[in-house]
Nanobody, 121 residues
Framework: VQLQASGGGLVQRGGSLRLSCAAS????????MGWYRQAPGKQRELIVT???????NYADSVKGRFTISRDNAKKSVYLQMNSLKPEDTAVYYC????????????????WGQGTQVTVSS
């Protein structure tokens, strides 16, 4: 199983970016998907999750500015980031709770490789 994230980049304060993450491999089922971020010198933090039925849960720091969505048919999750601030600068990681065809019913977490988001002031 692989998670491939893309869409990061450099943007000015107040700008927007859209991150994408696609899962591939011997995937039987995906439960929750989400996005984390890690700023320099800080711990990785959870910013948003979305269930397979579309229920989302946001960290206060991004609520009202970021929107998560997913396409179950494409095994993909997206993060629309608006009104970006310099404090949003971080490496963004996608995460998915996946059961593979050979996992005997067990779900485990998989991670994307991270994509850099830099917001200039």
């Amino acid at each position: 199983v692989q998670l491939q994230a893309s869409g990061g980049g450099l943007v000015q304060r107040g700008g927007s970016l859209r991150l994408s993450c696609a899962a591939s491999g011997s995937i039987d089922s995906i439960r929750n998907m989400g996005w984390y971020r890690q700023a320099p010198g800080k711990q990785r933090e959870l910013i948003v999750t979305i269930t397979s039925s579309g229920t989302s849960n946001y960290a206060d720091s991004v609520k009202g500015r970021f929107t998560i969505s997913r396409d179950n048919a494409k095994k993909s999750v997206y993060l629309q980031m608006n009104s970006l601030k310099p404090e949003d600068t971080a490496v963004y990681y996608c995460n998915a709770n996946i059961r593979t065809y050979y996992s005997t019913g067990t779900y485990r977490d998989y991670w994307g490789q991270g994509t850099q988001v830099t917001v200039s002031s």
